[in-house]
């Protein structure tokens, strides 16, 4: 048996390295579905639709979360992401307040306020031992003390901000973690195969594209919140006999 001649063989050098920046491996951190928010949780009145028989199944599943995106989302809670990310970065420390309080009564449905203020909270007391920002840590305080609700768009907003990243890049993956997060729960209520779910994720990647690029020529005058059918699911959920999800 022939030895492989040397000049063939691959040496790995320190050059050939290419070395990953750390905040590259936060960004996907901070979005990985194990990052504890809390969205596990959370069906955001998807769990209605599903004991009405109204999601039971992959296309069902995609056609809510395709309103799901381009209503609540595009209109509500990415827009706001996107106006915190832009203020943060300002400095703009009064205005951003004033978002909090926006996104507050933004949410029609009890369910929604609560949900979307018990991931904030999680995620602020998650991310600031990770950070030395001295607005994020002032943030917390205004919580604690009750000056602010502390929604979660809002920090996540403020949080992406400090850290640098690009904001074409975190309305893309606070889309995909919202969508993926209700998809994820889907499989384990409706119930559907892993399988199932992973497609399911794949066919709304063009989808979430289209909707960042009609945020991008959002501005904060066009916040509304036109998924009446999810709020009332949401006023619905706190009723049900049995649940699975906080809302």
């Known amino acids: 048996m022939k030895r492989p001649n040397a000049a063939l063989k691959h040496h790995l050098s320190t050059k050939d390295i290419i070395t990953i920046k750390p ?34 199944d992959k296309q069902s599943l995609l056609d809510f979360c395709h309103t799901y995106l381009f209503t609540n989302l595009v209109f509500g809670d990415g827009l706001l992401v996107k106006e915190a990310f832009i203020l943060a970065r300002e400095q ?16 029609i449905a009890s369910e929604s306020r609560q949900g979307s203020i018990k991931m904030g909270k999680q995620f602020i007391e998650t991310v600031l031992p990770l950070t030395d920002s001295e607005q994020l840590a002032t943030w917390r305080n205004l919580i604690k003390n009750k000056k602010i609700n502390g929604h979660y768009a809002i920090i996540y907003g403020i949080y992406t901000a400090h850290c640098g990243f690009e904001l074409d890049d975190i309305l893309s993956a606070f889309f995909y973690s919202s969508t993926a997060s209700l998809i ?18 794949y066919s709304l990647l063009n989808p979430i594209n289209k909707a960042v690029e009609i945020l991008k020529e959002k501005t904060i005058s066009d916040l ?19 649940r699975l999800f906080i809302s």
């Open 23 to 56: 905040s590259f491996l936060h960004f996907l951190q901070i979005h990985d579905s194990a990052f504890p928010i809390g969205a596990y949780t959370h069906s955001f009145g998807m769990e209605s639709y599903i004991q009405s028989e109204k999601v039971k």
């Open 92 to 107: 703009n420390f009064e205005e951003l307040v004033q978002l909090d309080q926006l996104c507050h009564a933004q949410k």
């Open 184 to 201: 994820h729960n889907a499989v384990r209520a409706i119930p559907l195969g892993q399988s199932t779910g992973v497609q399911a994720i």
């Open 224 to 242: 509304s919140n036109s998924s009446v059918g999810i709020e009332l699911a949401s006023m619905e959920h706190e009723r049900l006999h049995s």
